[in-house]
């Protein structure tokens, strides 16, 4: 958006758990003359189509960790753009992730080849402490990076435009004491809500925690994500609305959001 404001789609609403309705996590996010995604999980990148979207014009990717729901679709990027090769992919795009994601990469070629290694100069990777926030500058954007509760690589993303618009992004966590930094006055708050209240598993928020987090940090929109297939049995914006009384969204693929 070249007004400076935040245009984002949910490409993934989803977890593991194969479904049709829900692919892997992953948003797109536009803003100036970039667009981002946050995870791609499996089926990003056939919902970044279904979109409107092209993986040509992605000018960021950011892991918030390395489980496979959230980065299975890195792999098939790379290698989506070598090919067809008179058409291979000529401008850069930056990778942001925790310590740790250039050795998952080097393992990845030790699997595929060259065919997971973009051409020379294409991808820059910048490696984030997963121990204590750090900033990172863009022209379009800054980026926050904040150490979550969920593996010893779990980062979750701040994304603030210019004239200070904030995108908060989890990824997969636990409550910690920098979830609240993270979402602090966000204008959209995507926050992980994996299982119903009364469900919770170590690692992960259910809808009142997400809506107790949304509450303290002041955030104006909480959007759930990430749902595992028994949030679909009941009403998660009910559950996280007895903790916050701001705005809820229960996110499906392909929903958009603007600030």
Known sequence: MKNG????????????VPRKRRASSCVWVRTGESQVLFDTGVGAMRRLVEAGGSIADIT????????????????????????PPHRARQNSFTVVAGRGFEEFHQALESAWGDWVMPHKGIMKLKEVSVRRPERVEFPDFSLTTFPMEHTVQSVGFRLQTPDGRVLAYTGDTDECEHLLELAKDADLFFCECSTPDGLKTEGHLTPSLAGRAAAKAGAR?????H????CDQ?????????????????AEDLMEFAV
Request: glycine share 6%; aromatic share 12%; net charge negative.
């Open 5 to 16: 404001g935040i245009r984002a789609t949910v490409l993934g609403s989803g977890t593991c």
């Open 60 to 83: 960021h990717l950011c892991y918030s960790h390395l489980h496979p729901d959230h980065t299975a679709e890195f792999a098939p990027f790379i290698f989506a753009t070598k090919y």
């Open 221 to 225: 929109h909480l959007i759930l994500y």
């Open 227 to 230: 749902l595992y297939p028994e």
């Open 234 to 250: 009941i009403d998660p914006a009910a559950q996280a609305a007895a903790a916050f009384d701001g705005r809820i969204t229960v």
